[in-house]
């Protein structure tokens, strides 16, 4: 019995220090933060900007991130910004975006009815774009803010964020294909950017994949 105390205490040790990441992720607005840091690093301005909360709330948020060594903080100049703390939570981040969809249904739906309110879209795989990307046949914009597109975006994307769309395309012949992505799976910039470039009377795609499946894509080939 007295060998079976240590091997007790031991698991018990464990599993509370597992289970501070799990505390830390009980919070919605946390794992909004998180994605955001998943695109590129940011400051607490931009992330209270992107959220709505209050620079008070995101620093609270940021800072039990930082105590479970989820992300990482620096000050440039009069600004601290925040990165996650390695690729390793990146991809936790993700797989947990995937595991919950597969196990709650809502997700799904969720996702489904948003869209649907912007009417039908015509969608595209990442193969399929990046198969009319090397022919020449078709312009990816990266919609997302232009500071996302610097940290790391896909091969052959121009960087158009959402709100300079219609200033683009006074450059384009209306016969251009095009195909928009963002953040990923569960980003609504590249619905918006496709509904706002059929309106102007252009043949646009919606590619659901972002820069995280891309790398992951380059894993699988290599």
């Known amino acids: 019995m007295t060998q079976g105390l240590p091997v007790r205490a031991f698991k018990d040790d464990l599993y509370r220090q597992f289970s501070r990441i799990g505390k830390c992720l009980s919070s ?3 794992l909004e933060l998180m994605d955001l840091l998943s695109q590129g690093p940011k400051t607490v301005e931009k992330m209270a900007e992107a959220t709505g909360m209050s620079m008070a ?9 930082h105590d479970a060594n989820l992300v990482r903080s620096n000050k440039r100049g009069t600004y601290v910004i925040y990165t996650l703390a390695s690729p390793e939570v990146q991809g936790f981040i993700n797989s947990l975006w995937r595991i919950s969809e597969i196990q709650l249904a809502d997700i799904t739906r969720i996702k489904n009815d948003f869209i649907c309110q912007f009417g039908e879209l015509d969608m595209l795989s990442m193969d399929e774009v990046m198969k ?3 022919e020449g046949n078709i312009i990816l914009l990266d919609v997302r803010p232009s500071e996302e597109f610097k940290a790391a975006h896909i091969p052959g994307a121009v960087s158009v964020p959402l709100e300079q769309i219609h200033h683009y395309l006074q450059t384009l012949p209306k016969g251009t294909q095009i195909a928009a992505y963002c953040r990923g799976p569960y980003c609504v910039l590249a619905v918006e950017a496709v509904k706002m470039l059929q309106q102007e009377g252009f043949t646009a795609f919606h590619m659901e994949e972002g820069v995280y499946e891309w790398q992951e894509y380059l894993v699988q080939i290599h």
Request: no cysteine; aromatic share 0%.
């Open 57 to 65: 709330n995101v620093s609270r948020h940021l800072q039990i991130l």
């Open 132 to 134: 009319k990307v090397e």
């Open 28 to 30: 919605d607005k946390r």
